[in-house]
Structure formats: structure tokens, C-alpha cells
């Protein structure tokens, strides 16, 4: 369905004016960004195209940052040569990896004391590191609760740091968010390789993931921006392959620097290229016209028309002239709270949270039945293989079944793959393999597994499109709140994994049927939302409030009951306001 676009939205219980009966008034030229504003400075030229390709590079190197835990809190192998009891023995202790274990749903997590009591060990890490954080503080046994704390943290100053950066992009502009974010990051990762013990460790990763949220965020927020329709999606996903690709870079680099403290300076020093973007990148020309900053709006059309080869002194929009009749207008910056007063936006947000909240904590609880009790390099590599499937997935069924219905299509499969995990493997091992065991197990493992490789690739597609989503259909004055809203909880559907190992497992089976029921919740209230492919940004609170779904057409609205026949057959007496207008159940008769 396309999507519609009201200035006002009757009242509940309230008729509201045909669109046949009251043409609306075009916008002024400046409110219209995509349809003339851009074609005027050239559309989507070279200079749009450059600064494009500048915002791809920290990509790859937030994405390198944003998974380092994976390397520095790998759980080792422990040879035990000598216990307690003076015999030799050879025990291994399950790893950890960044999102700290990875067990099937059946492990038992009771500690064997055997494991701990190794007078002698032989350490060996399998991601490429000689020494990480696990290692060089000993955080095993008794004490791994701190690694898993050390993981919770870094994602909980990622949501934060989502909230308050999206929140300040709004206020201040997206490029001094992008300058800040970035100094806090390269300051805090300097100081995290030099950190003596756990706890400093764990306070600095939590603000280092505070100022990557906002560096991802601010760019986020600036390729959507600079972007004419028909690009918005092919650019973006080109950043997630990227994104995706410092994830593989990852491991290469673990065995080129050996050492845990070197790998965290080769990770960080590169983002200081980011300082320079402060003159090289300019602000959101579309924020800027959206909170009326016309005079440096000014200086930024002349100068993207410079840089597109545009000649300016024909001005046949009359763009240029109405500029000059604003640039007495006060600035004025908008808050992601004001969607409490609206009546369609906070409800297209709030489906678009419960989407991401979901598809995080299910992509979650997938990884660790595939990559079963132990995490290797190669466990690592096909997690990384299944995020880049995601993109391709991802891509392709966009440009056939349109944003709105990809999603659907993506979180349906995901809930269906939880729930045949949940209910049918088992129903499957009880009445066809009932005497063979060994079978049964096989088998259900392995359909598991293959479940559990679908529903990460759903998860992962339903996740970047949820953010996607929303960054369309939320208006230029609150766009930077709303997407660091769905940034803060795809975080914290991230903590599932930390959250269970900190519990021992205990209480995962019913952490993953409530996170089962929020996808069948999601599958209902998708729908809803409007379809926004090849449609221009809205800029102002009052065209996102007014971005709908389309009615039914004229034709099936005949088949529909009118209020006065659905009050005759419910024998309730016609009201005065049932009987002004000629609105049908479904809205107003258009024919």
C-alpha cells in the first residue's frame, strides 16, 4: 500500500472533511527537501556522492570496535596437568565469547569444582591472542561473572549513549554529535588499553560504547539525510556490508597483534581520521532547513551547488528567493518526547521498539544453539557468514515486497522458527523416534541448528529494517531520537546472552516464549505501518503525524456497512454524530 499524507487528522469519533471536498495547500518550496530543494542543487550528484562514500569508512571501523569483545573476552582452553588430588587430568573450561557464552538450550551450567581446583594449568586462547582480559585477569571460575559484567556494560552504555546522542543530534546538529562522540570514544579507548584492573575496564568499555552508539548514530543520521528517495535504501545497505566486513577483519587482526592492550590501540587509533570530518563533512542540510536555520541552510545550498557544477543565478523554483524571506526566522529545535501528543507516530514507533527489542533478543538465542557449548574462531566465522547472508536477504527482498512487507515476511519466519524450536522438535523425538535416542537427539539437534540459522537471518534482516523504518517515517526534527530509541533496545536485546550467563541459564526457556510472543505481537501491528519506498522524508511533526496508510479504495468501500447500519444491527440508537456525514465503518465514503 502506498502512503497517504494528511495535514490533519480528524479526532476520535469525529468526521473529517473529504480530501476531494478540501484541496490542500502545497507546501512552501524549502519544506519540500526532496521534491525541490534537491533536484535544484543537482539531486544526488558528486558531491553527494562523496560525502557518501566518506561516511562508509567508519562503518567498518565503528563495526571493529563494536565487536572487540568477541577477542578480548574469549573464554581459553584450561589443560589441567595436576589438581587438587595430585593426579594429572585434562579438563576443558567452556568459552566465552563477546557475547559471552554460546550453549545449546540443554547445557547444564553447574560448575564442576574439578574444573577450578588445577594446580597446574596450560592456558591456550583460540581467537589468535596470546593474552586477553579473560587471561590476564583470570576471569574463570569463581570470578567469570566479571567478564560477563564487563560485556553488559559496554552494551548498556550503548543504549544510553543511543538515547542521549539521538536526543542531543536533534538539539544541536548531527555533526557536533558526530565531533563528540568521537573525541569521548578515542579518549576512552586510549585509556581502556591501559586500564589495571576489571572494574576500570568495565566503567571505561561503558563509556566507549556510549560515544560509538553516538558516532554510529550522527552518521546514520547524515547518509539518510543527504540521500534522494530511490538511493536512501542501496546506500544504506551498502554501510550494513561494510559494517559486517569489520566483523571479519577482526580475527586477522587478533593474530597479527598478539597481544589483547595492542589490539585495543590498532582498533582505535584509526577513528582518529574522524577528527577531520569536523571540516570536511557539513551539517544535514535537511535539518537544517527543517529547524528554520536559514542562514547557514544558505551558505550550505550555495555551496553543494558549487560543488554539483549548478548555476545558481537561475532560480526558475523561486528557491533561493524564499530562502531570502526566512533568514529572519528563529531557530527552533524539537524533542523526541513531543510524540506523546501525537496520534499515529507514537504508535508506528512504539511497533517499530517492540520489532527490534524482539528480532535482538531472537537473534540472541539463536547464536547460542548454533554455536552449541564451546565458541571457536570458526563458530565466530559463521556468525559473520550468517549477518552477510542477512544483507543479501535483506536487499533482495526489499526491492520485491517493498519495505512494510518485508518485514512482516522476515518477522513471521523468525516466530516460526522459535516456536517449531520450542514445541514441534520435541513432539518429533516423541512419537516417530521413541526407542531410538541417540537418533532423536541427532536429529533434533540438527534441526535445531538449521532453525536456528533461519531465524538469525530473519532476526538480523528485521533488526537493520526496523531501523530503517523508522528513520523514513519519522520527521527531520525528531529523527535522531527516534532512531537512538531502536538503536537503545536492539542493545538491550543484545543483553540476553550476558543477562542468562549471569543467571547460570536459569530462566531461559521463558526469557526466549516471551521474546517468541513479542514477534507474533510484532506480526499483528506491522500492518500498520505506512509503506514508505520511493516516498520524500517528512521534516515537521505535522507531515510525520500525517504520514497514514492508504484507505481502501472507492470501489470495496461499498461493500462496508455504514454507521447507521452497524448501529440498527447492534440496536443502538443513531447519536447525532453517528448520522452527520456519510462516513462508513472503515472511514470516510469517498464516492
Known amino acids: 500500500m502506498a502512503v497517504v499524507r494528511r495535514d490533519h487528522s480528524p479526532g476520535n469519533g ?30 544526488f550528484g558528486r558531491y553527494q556522492k562523496r560525502l557518501m562514500l566518506l561516511s562508509w569508512i567508519p562503518a567498518l571501523l565503528v563495526s571493529c570496535n563494536q565487536y572487540s569483545d568477541y577477542i578480548h573476552l574469549s573464554q581459553p582452553n584450561i589443560t589441567c596437568t595436576a589438581n587438587l588430588s595430585g593426579a594429572a587430568d585434562t579438563i576443558a573450561v567452556p568459552p566465552l565469547n563477546g557475547s559471552t557464552r554460546a550453549p545449546f538450550i540443554t547445557d547444564n551450567y553447574e560448575e564442576d569444582g574439578a574444573q577450578c581446583s588445577c594446580l597446574e594449568r596450560h ?33 548498556l552504555g550503548t543504549a544510553i549513549g543511543a538515547l542521549l546522542t539521538g536526543a542531543l543530534a536533534d538539539w544541536w546538529g548531527r555533526l557536533p554529535v558526530l565531533c563528540l562522540s568521537v573525541f569521548v570514544t578515542f579518549v576512552c579507548g586510549i585509556a581502556v588499553a591501559f586500564s589495571h584492573n576489571v572494574l576500570a575496564f568495565c566503567m571505561l568499555r561503558f563509556v566507549q560504547g556510549f560515544g560509538l552508539a553516538g558516532i554510529f548514530l550522527s552518521l546514520y543520521l547524515l547518509r539518510i539525510e543527504l540521500c534522494l528517495p530511490a538511493w536512501r535504501f542501496s546506500m544504506t545497505m551498502v554501510a550494513n556490508v561494510l559494517a559486517v566486513g569489520g566483523q571479519l577483519l577482526l580475527p586477522g587482526l587478533a593474530v597479527l597483534c598478539i597481544d589483547w592492550h595492542v589490539l585495543q590501540l590498532v582498533l582505535i587509533c584509526p577513528l582518529a581520521i574522524l577528527f577531520f570530518y569536523a571540516w570536511i563533512f557539513p551539517e544535514s542540510l535537511r535539518w537544517l532547513l527543517a529547524t528554520q536555520r536559514y542562514v ?32 529572519h526566522q528563529t531557530p527552533q529545535s524539537s524533542c523526541i518526547l513531543q510524540i506523546i501528543h501525537t496520534r499515529n507516530m507514537w504508535k508506528n514507533i512504539l511497533v517499530l521498539c517492540v520489532n527490534s ?10 547464536a547460542r544453539v548454533v554455536c552449541g557449548v564451546s565458541f571457536s574462531p570458526v563458530h565466530y566465522l559463521v556468525l ?78 528485521v533488526n537493520h529494517l526496523s531501523m530503517f523504518i523508522c528513520a523514513e517515517i519519522t520527521p527531520t526534527v525528531i529523527r535522531g531520537g527516534a532512531v537512538g530509541l531502536l538503536m537503545a533496545n536492539a542493545a538491550v536485546g543484545m543483553c540476553v546472552s550476558a543477562l542468562v550467563d549471569l543467571q547460570k541459564m536459569r530462566g531461559f526457556f521463558l526469557l526466549k516464549i ?7 505481537l510484532s506480526i499483528i501491528c506491522i500492518p500498520l505501518l505506512p509503506e514508505t ?33 452497524v448501529a440498527e444491527y447492534s440496536r443502538v440508537a443513531d447519536t447525532p454524530m453517528h448520522r452527520q456525514g456519510n462516513d462508513t465503518a472503515n472511514g470516510i465514503r469517498t464516492s
Open 357 to 366: 527489542l524482539a528480532s535482538s533478543g531472537m537473534g540472541q538465542c539463536f
Open 514 to 520: 516471551i521474546l517468541t510472543c513479542s514477534c507474533l
Open 296 to 327: 547557514r541552510a544558505k551558505g550550505q545550498m550555495y555551496q553543494v551547488a558549487q560543488g554539483n557544477s549548478v548555476d545558481t543565478e537561475t532560480d526558475e523554483t523561486g528557491i533561493l528567493s524564499a530562502l531570502e524571506a526566512e533568514l
Open 533 to 565: 519506498t520511493n516516498q520524500p522524508l517528512p521534516e515537521t511533526m505535522a507531515e510525520g503525524e500525517g504520514l497514514l496508510r492508504r484507505p481502501l479504495p472507492s470501489g470495496e468501500q461499498h461493500h462496508l456497512l455504514t454507521r447507521a447500519e
Open 384 to 461: 559473520v557468514g550468517i549477518a552477510m547472508g542477512g544483507c543479501a536477504m535483506l536487499a533482495t527482498v526489499v526491492v520485491v515486497m517493498g519495505r512494510r512487507g518485508a518485514q512482516l515476511s522476515f518477522m513471521i519466519v523468525t516466530a516460526l522458527a522459535s516456536l517449531l524450536q520450542l514445541g514441534l522438535l520435541n513432539l518429533i523425538g516423541k512419537y516417530s523416534l521413541r526407542h531410538d535416542t541417540a537418533l532423536r537427539d541427532t536429529l533434533n539437534r540438527r534441526l535445531s541448528v538449521a532453525l536456528s540459522v533461519i531465524g538469525m537471518l530473519t532476526s538480523h534482516a
Open 123 to 155: 592456558i591456550q586462547l583460540e581467537s589468535g591472542l596470546k593474552q586477553n582480559v579473560v587471561t590476564e585477569w583470570w576471569l574463570v571460575c569463581e570470578e567469570e561473572w566479571q567478564a560477563h559484567l564487563a560485556h553488559l556494560s559496554f552494551l
Open 14 to 43: 469525529q468526521v473529517g472533511p473529504s480530501p476531494e471536498a478540501t484541496p490542500s495547500r502545497p507546501p512552501p518550496p524549502l519544506a519540500q527537501v526532496d521534491g525541490v530543494v534537491f533536484p535544484f542543487l543537482g539531486g
